[in-house]
């Protein structure tokens, strides 16, 4: 079946480009510090910034589509427990020998071979729209965790766009027209998937569907990596430049004018307490209230 192809090509899309062992360990070894005064990771950053509401405590995450392991490593420098998973996990392997990672494991997103409610938190960042059948594995991550999901992923335009909205239900009738006015309407990925971006209405009818109290949204615009930026300062002119385009979407974004690049999402399985509430308003995430489904007690 397709998602069988499509997965089969992304196992083995990391060892096409670092085939050996050696090769893998000196991909670590020539990384750079976790400077904050690097570009590439100073983006990294605000995608990890999303994450700071929930880790304050001492809980147990999975990482989901965690190939370098990277995810897992800044969790555990925050004092939680994390285990590293990706469809393959040569990379990974090599990542504990490295002490990026403690432990690890080679697991397909759609069918987690852990129990219910296995761990506290489950992350899946930059990688849900990798997923030939990302539904799946959303219930699936929803699953094994405990107290939610936090899914961090580019964001789709549409309903946050009337205008947008507007032209494509005007054109709906005439396909290539509409094509050409929503240009990325159909995007692909050379490892062989289509770009699932994710909107906020979508993870409001998966908690619904499920009886879930809570869901928790921040729109963040960390999409400025280009090839060279793991060698630009953010003092320098390149630098200055992205950080102020940066600024400039914030502005856009915070007056509601253009959606977030990216959209962190928080699926809570239990109600969250007010204390953590409070934590997760004042770094910007809106809270989104579930009714409880009247019909089942």
């Not at 050696?22 to 904050?36: L, N, T, V």
Request: proline content about 5%; charged content about 25%.
């Amino acid at each position: 079946m397709f998602h069988d192809q499509s997965y089969e090509l992304h196992s083995g899309w990391y060892n096409q480009h670092f085939p050996t062992a050696a090769s893998k360990s000196a991909f670590y070894k020539q990384r750079k510090p976790a400077d904050e005064k690097i570009l590439s990771n100073w983006l990294q950053q605000l995608f990890f910034d999303c994450l700071s509401p929930v880790l304050e405590g001492k809980a147990s995450w999975l990482t989901i589509g965690d190939a370098y392991g990277f995810d897992a490593q800044y969790i555990l420098s925050k004092g939680n427990k994390a285990l590293a998973t990706d469809l393959n996990a040569d990379f990974l392997a090599i990542a504990r020998q490295e002490g990026i990672v403690e432990q690890y494991a080679a697991e397909n997103a759609e069918k987690l071979s852990f129990v219910d409610d296995g761990f506290d938190y489950v992350l899946c960042k930059e990688s849900y729209h990798h997923f030939p059948r990302p539904y799946a594995a959303l219930y699936e991550m929803m699953r094994v965790a405990k107290q939610g999901i936090v899914v961090i992923e580019p964001q789709d335009p549409v309903s946050k766009m009337p205008l947008l909205l507007s032209l494509i239900n005007i054109f709906s009738s005439n396909n290539k027209l509409l094509n050409k006015i929503w240009k990325n309407r159909f995007s692909f990925e050379p490892v062989g998937n289509f770009i699932y971006k994710v909107s906020e209405r979508e993870f409001e009818k998966f908690a619904a569907g499920l009886n879930l109290p809570m869901v928790a949204f921040k729109q963040v615009n960390p999409n400025f990596y280009f090839k060279g930026a793991d060698a630009i300062n953010i003092e320098s002119k390149s630098g200055k430049v992205i950080r102020m385009k940066k600024w400039l979407l914030d502005q856009l974004v915070r007056f509601k004018l253009l959606p977030g690049q990216v959209l962190s999402t928080i699926v809570f399985k239990q109600m969250p307490d007010k204390d953590l509430q409070s934590k997760l308003e004042k770094s910007g995430y809106r809270l989104v209230l579930i009714p409880k489904n009247p019909y089942i007690k």
